[in-house]
């Protein structure tokens, strides 16, 4: 707390000297479209070889490899992963080979083949038709099918939404098969939707408008039954893994082994919290157990680097948080722990690079700091743990192939970008860039500052302010609260916050963001205390900083405004009721308002089910607290929003007009999750009337009319 005050007090004492400070940044340099602080520079998109790094000129547009020593430039092409090309064109599948023409491998005009996928060996495509699992021979156009069994509700190779969504993700495009490395077999899920509750979205498009009816598991609801199939590449019997299909349970993004010989499938249980990994023998579909974890609370099936296979074809690196912090561990393929690679109390990010030759990884963590990333190396087991980067930044790094040397894009909140070069024991080899524009210091503009709230309970919450260009500190000011709140999400990061936020520094608001114990910057161990209370440590950690907030003399007692949206946005709608003492203006975006509206994978896995913790889901719904609504909110929602349904904010609707309280509601229509780009302008204009109208209660300057 103390260094906290004196953080401010050097700020603010560092603010009266501004008289080399001339120059204001306008609009068009607040919002890009003009130099200001920074001036482009090159971006790092990789290496193209261990001498060469690839370098984008965003003024010119054009890609360049650049030699680490001489500093040559060339122009650089990406090789294409392939000399082959498969596209969809009018619903049908085609094939262009090096510069051939392009040949035509299926011919279904009437329906649309989707997800086509060239095998390895480039001699075969594979796709869906109608919800079933086909493949083509490239070379004679020949058209094997695999499955026939499909229907409105049974997909084969086609995910059902839920795990789309929440699982494979929305980049597999429900994509659900996957070529064997040798190109010799196809694995892939068929899912059963039969029992799934179907979910009617309604789009006003026309005269007679029309139904969009997705089979969506809402928190308690029946899954999709699930099976995972192989098929070999010439056609014949499928193979199912020796799973029980009607088994209440979830399976994980598979990986096939590097020979081929069997395929790790990732098994979880209904409740979350078991995972397992089986072998499965694509000839037989037998299953042998190969690691087993446990958590109370939940385990993230969607865990990003889950395993890394290494090429050894002898072990794997597992990501995991068992211990309460995401670390790494070195097995061997049949499930024996070799070590822990990392441990201790803070998380591991991402894997960079590993150097199988000489036994080491490359990895970026959030250690030093949980606000700020770095880059690390270490040995296979465990020791020799050394810091490669330098100083109070967050690093974005791209580690060169044969591992000798990396570049860092760096920046804090005080530093726009700069990038170096540097070997693999840190040291600097060159400075390759630095975007602070040349008349940075004459510029006054509001400054952004990384400090930490305490809470009663020992807590230090981060948090990042950018304060008025004018700051006085004798005088209040409105606040600007923006959040994002979902477990292990946080948006607090010491990095270089651009221009964007000037506008509203130049009128007098202080902004700020605010994570909480559960944002991940505590580790698994501060993310499990949500834990069937979603709302709960999230909205008194939100009330903490409030009240800290307006415990200053220079902020405004009255003029608080939260604002977020998805995740952002139920935290907002629930501000503004359950916390209304401490919140005075809201805009929500895309809202959850009740949890047992939203489906079953994202929310059970921190809730468990309404029939097991109706207390819990009682105490995390906005609609619990709407007789405590005071201030003014404004709700915004896109009407066929597949994610997030419209229902939920018809629910707060109907429960605030009930009551009679005064709100402000925007339907967006033909938007989904996120807003079109004619309604994010006319969204933007409108949040800027709110925020002139309440916090600053004055007109919209004529500029951003």
């Known amino acids: 707390m103390n260094k ?77 992963a392939s000399d082959v090309e498969v596209y969809l064109q009018d619903k049908d599948v085609f094939i262009r080979q090096g510069t051939g023409a392009p040949k035509q491998l299926t011919h279904s005009p009437e329906v649309e083949e989707k997800n086509p996928t060239l095998s390895p060996d480039n001699q075969y495509v594979a796709f869906t038709r109608k919800n079933d699992l086909y493949a083509v021979r490239v070379t004679d156009g020949h058209e094997i099918r695999y499955t026939s069994d499909a229907t409105d509700v049974i997909y084969n190779g086609w995910a059902s939404w839920v795990y789309y969504e929440e699982i494979l993700g929305r980049s597999s495009n429900y994509r659900a098969f996957w070529w064997s490395p040798n190109s010799k077999t196809i694995a892939f899920m068929r899912f059963d939707d039969t029992r799934v509750p179907m979910f009617p979205i309604y789009n006003a498009t026309g005269q007679h408008g029309f139904l969009e009816q997705t089979r969506y598991p809402k928190a308690g609801d029946p899954n999709p039954e699930v099976r995972v199939g192989f098929v070999p590449v010439e056609g014949g019997n499928v193979v199912w893994a020796d799973f029980d299909e009607e088994a209440d349970q979830y399976f994980g993004q598979p990986y096939w082994s590097y020979d081929s010989n069997n395929l ?19 000839l037989a579909g037998s299953k042998r157990e190969i690691y087993h974890e446990h958590q109370d609370s939940w385990i993230d099936l969607s865990h990003e680097e889950r395993i890394t296979y290494l090429k050894d074809n002898k072990h794997y690196i597992l990501k995991s948080d068992q211990t309460g912090w995401a670390h790494y561990y070195l097995y061997k393929l049949d499930g024996t722990l070799m070590n822990p690679i990392t441990s201790g109390k803070w998380q591991v990010s991402s894997l960079e690079l590993v150097d199988e030759k000489n036994k080491v990884i490359y990895f970026t963590a959030r250690k030093e700091q949980s606000t700020t990333v770095d880059l690390y190396r270490v040995d296979y087991n465990g020791q020799n743990l050394k810091r490669l980067t330098f100083g109070d930044y967050t690093h974005q790094v791209a580690v060169a192939p044969d591992g000798k040397h990396f570049i860092t894009t760096y920046s804090n909140v005080s530093t726009p970008p700069k990038v170096a070069l540097l070997d693999n024991r840190g040291k600097l080899v060159q400075e390759l860039a630095d975007s602070q524009a040349d008349d940075f210091s004459d510029y006054l503009y509001g400054k952004t500052e990384m400090v930490t709230i305490p809470t009663p ?31 292990d999400a946080g948006t607090v990061r010491n990095t270089w916050k651009g221009t964007a936020n000037q506008h509203w520094a130049n009128e007098g608001i202080i902004q700020i963001s605010v994570d909480h114990r559960a944002s991940g910057h505590f580790g698994k161990e501060g993310v499990a205390l949500m834990h069937r209370n979603l709302g709960h440590w999230e909205m008194i950690d939100y ?51 009740s949890w047992e509206l939203y489906d079953t994978h994202y929310t059970e896995r921190y809730m468990d089910t309404p029939q097991d913790n109706p207390e819990g889901y009682k105490n995390g719904s906005v609609l619990t607290y709407v007789n405590q609504y005071k201030g003014r909110l404004r709700i915004m929602h896109g009407d066929i929003d597949d994610n997030v349904h419209m229902q939920n904010t018809i629910q707060l609707v109907d429960a605030l007009t009930n009551r009679d309280q005064p709100f402000e509601l925007m339907i967006y229509p033909g938007s989904r999750h996120g807003f079109s780009r004619e309604k994010s302008a006319y969204d933007s204009k409108e949040r800027f009337r709110f925020y002139y109208q309440y916090l600053l209660e004055k007109p919209v300057p004529p500029s951003l009319r």
Not at 49 to 69: A, F, L, N, P, W
Not at 469 to 487: A, L
């Open 4 to 80: 906290l005050h004196f953080a401010i007090g050097v700020f603010l004492l560092l603010g009266n000297s501004v008289s080399a400070q001339t120059k204001r940044l306008d609009l068009e340099q607040i919002f890009g479209s003009k130099p200001s602080l920074t001036k482009p520079i090159a971006t790092i998109e990789g290496w193209a070889d261990s001498q060469h790094y690839i370098e984008h000129d965003v003024q010119t547009g054009r890609t360049y490899q650049v030699h680490i020593k001489t500093g040559e430039r060339k122009p650089y092409t990406p090789p294409p």
């Open 264 to 282: 790790m499938v990732q098994w979880m249980n209904r409740d979350q919290t078991d995972l397992k990994f089986y072998q499965v023998d694509p």
């Open 457 to 487: 309970d020992g807590y230090q919450l981060p948090a990042v302010i950018t304060w008025p260009t004018d700051f006085d500190k004798t005088k209040p000011h409105p606040v600007i609260f923006s959040i994002y709140g979902g477990p």
């Open 543 to 593: 009330s903490t900083a409030a009240k800290w907030l307006k415990s200053k003399p220079w902020v405004a007692k009255d003029k608080l405004l939260i604002t977020g949206h998805s995740y952002g946005g139920y935290m907002t709608c629930l501000a503004l009721t359950k916390g209304a003492d401490y919140f005075d203006y809201g805009i929500a975006g895309a809202p959850v308002t």
